[in-house]
């Protein structure tokens, strides 16, 4: 449901689901521009906080914008502070706010 919502929120866009530690860096080499990170991951990274990713990303790769997927205001907060934009939670996939957050983050975007 995220991947066509995103397509659908901003379009020409490229999605791909990331589960692994050596997909992301292909993806980072690659030329990404944003990476949608779940507070919660289930792949094969070295840890399993979403805001841990994205401290560790925003260290080591500043100019790749990360944006954290939850409900959770105070994981909001913290992923902001590690230097996520600010992102939306599940209950809001296509949702104006989504649409709004993708945006903001990716300004040369085509709506």
């Known amino acids: 449901m995220l991947r066509s919502s995103v397509k659908h929120a901003i379009k ?3 999605v791909a689901m990331i589960s692994d530690q050596s997909s992301l860096d292909r993806a980072i080499a690659g030329g990404v521009e944003l990476l949608l990170i779940n507070r919660q991951l289930d792949g094969a990274f070295d840890t399993y906080e979403g805001v841990e990713l994205i401290r560790r ?4 790769h500043p100019t790749v914008a990360t944006m954290l997927i939850s409900n959770y205001a105070d994981s909001q907060r ?8 600010r992102g939306f939670g599940k209950a809001e ?3 104006a706010k989504m649409r709004d957050a993708l945006a903001g983050a990716l300004p040369e975007a085509t709506p």
């Open 93 to 95: 996939i296509g949702s």
């Open 78 to 85: 913290d992923a902001e502070a590690a230097g996520a934009r």
């Open 57 to 60: 990303l925003t260290g080591t």
């Open 12 to 14: 020409d866009s490229e």
